[in-house]
């Protein structure tokens, strides 16, 4: 029985995880999200409407379920109320099922401000961040200066430790900006304001979880961001700052490692990636597959509304994150997207000076080739199919060679943006 159940992106983020998460909500009990924070934009579909959650579990919708912002979240107040209050309006008063840790570090105004003046700044080095503060933000954790929930409720640590950051923001924000320097005493009384606000939320996110996993209930760790985006496993530098991957759970809410039943990994039918950073089977805009594969998959960023990059499979990479993550099964999503080309590419192996081992230890992608497969393509739609029975031969042959590539069962298929858009193969949750 899967009593805990991860659920992480294996490519670059934005792989369909929103959307399979409410998929799976009726089966449980409790939702989790571990690290990131409003850097996310995770897309499901309520009724007829488009609901993006930033930093809310994708599962907050669903009134049976209890949502949990563990420790490793960064948490920016802001985002945080306005995301409740916009839920407000289709879900109502959360204030019983949402608990947020009182470890979890905090987004200042001036994370945010710097990341922005950075990027701004910054030629060769762009990272192309959503601009949300998330880097800055996780370089206080690390830096052990962090303001975190708990501090808000001790006026006079919270004053010492904002004076303490003030010290080297205002610092390194003049260097940048004269004029936007922030005002200590604003700044207190904004946070002892936001505080109160808070208060019903704040909890013990660890004892709850041990308690969820006592009583045998289902509880589901939903990961932002994607493997490759992993600050320590990923495309360094162009990453983002948090354990993206399975690695991140334990420290990012407070359990073992080892108490993670099942891993599901999201993938997409093709490959995406928003920001800067290599991508070695990128089609580009250009290219005509490239601009039909966006336009059709919409491929837009849901928080910052840029134009994703769009490419084809890269297997070499999606096995090694099917390895690094323990997946158990992959959910495959917008094979839809793929209908009506007349070949599909897989990458299957690169062309470089280094060997593959090399490549993936150091993840320097900037220079390799991909080796590609060339595989018939589709005319029947899979679009709106939920039934593998059918599903052209042609789309089961592209599946089969996936799984054959990554070593991993395809156990859910993902046909459209809907709920009902989806072929369940082997149910993750299954009693
Ligand atoms: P996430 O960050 O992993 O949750 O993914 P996003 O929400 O950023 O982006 C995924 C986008 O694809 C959203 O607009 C979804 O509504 C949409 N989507 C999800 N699954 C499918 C699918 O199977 N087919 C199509 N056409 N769209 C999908
Ligand atoms: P979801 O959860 C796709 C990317 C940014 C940038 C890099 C660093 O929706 O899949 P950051 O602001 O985190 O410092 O930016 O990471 N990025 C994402 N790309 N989906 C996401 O989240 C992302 N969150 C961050 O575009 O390249
Ligand atoms: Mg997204």
Redesign the pocket.
């Given at each position: 029985m899967v009593n805990s159940i991860s659920l992480l992106?294996l490519q670059w983020?934005?792989?369909?995880?929103?959307?399979v998460v409410d998929l799976l909500s009726k089966d449980i009990h409790a939702a989790v999200r571990y690290q990131g924070g409003h850097n996310?934009?995770?897309?499901l579909?309520v009724g007829e409407k488009k609901v993006?959650f930033h930093l809310l579990p994708s599962s907050i919708c669903h009134k049976h379920i209890k949502c949990y912002l563990g420790r490793g979240v960064v948490i920016s107040l802001d985002a945080l109320f306005s995301e409740i209050d916009d839920a407000f309006e289709f879900i109502g008063d959360i204030r019983e099922r949402l608990v947020i840790s009182y470890a979890s570090c905090l987004i200042q105004p001036y994370h945010i401000k710097i990341d922005q003046l950075r990027e701004r700044s910054r030629s060769g080095t762009k990272i192309g961040t959503t601009g949300r503060g998330i880097g800055p933000a996780y370089e206080d954790r690390v830096g052990r200066r962090s303001i975190r929930v708990a501090d808000l409720y001790d006026p006079k640590v919270l004053k010492v430790k904002l004076e303490e950051a003030l010290d080297i923001y205002n610092f390194l924000i003049k260097r940048h900006a004269e004029d936007q320097q922030e005002d200590l005493n604003e700044l207190l009384d904004k946070n002892l304001e936001q505080a109160e606000r808070l208060r019903p939320f704040v909890g013990n996110v660890i004892s709850d979880i041990k308690q969820f996993q006592e009583d045998k209930k289902t509880v589901l760790f939903e990961g932002a961001q994607g493997v490759l985006l992993d600050y320590s496993l990923g495309t360094y530098p162009f990453v983002t700052s948090s354990n993206s991957s399975l690695g991140g759970i334990a420290s990012g809410v407070g359990i073992s490692p080892t108490q993670i039943d099942y891993s599901l990994g999201?993938s997409k039918a093709y490959t995406t990636r928003v920001g800067e950073g290599p991508f070695p089977t990128e089609l580009g805009h250009n290219s005509e597959i490239g601009h039909l594969i966006a336009k059709k998959?919409?491929e837009v960023g849901?928080t910052t509304g840029r134009l994703r990059r769009c490419g084809w499979l890269d297997a070499v990479l999606l096995s090694h994150s099917v390895y690094l993550n323990g997946i158990n099964g992959i959910c495959l999503?917008?094979?839809?997207?793929l209908d009506g080309l007349e070949t599909i590419k897989i990458c299957v192996d690169y062309s470089s000076s280094l060997s593959n081992e090399e490549i993936l230890e150091s993840m320097a992608l900037s220079d390799v080739q991909p080796i590609y497969i060339e595989l018939e393509g589709w005319q029947e739609p899979t679009a709106g199919i939920s039934r593998f029975e059918d599903l052209n031969d042609t789309a089961v042959f592209f599946i089969k060679k996936i799984e054959e590539l990554c070593g991993a069962p395809v156990v859910m298929i993902?046909?459209?943006?809907r709920r009902e858009?989806t072929i369940i193969r082997e149910y993750p949750l299954k009693k």
């Open positions: 992106g983020g934005d792989e369909g995880k929103g959307k996310a934009g995770h897309t579909i993006v999201i998959g919409e849901a999503t917008k094979i839809d997207v993902s046909t459209g943006p858009d």
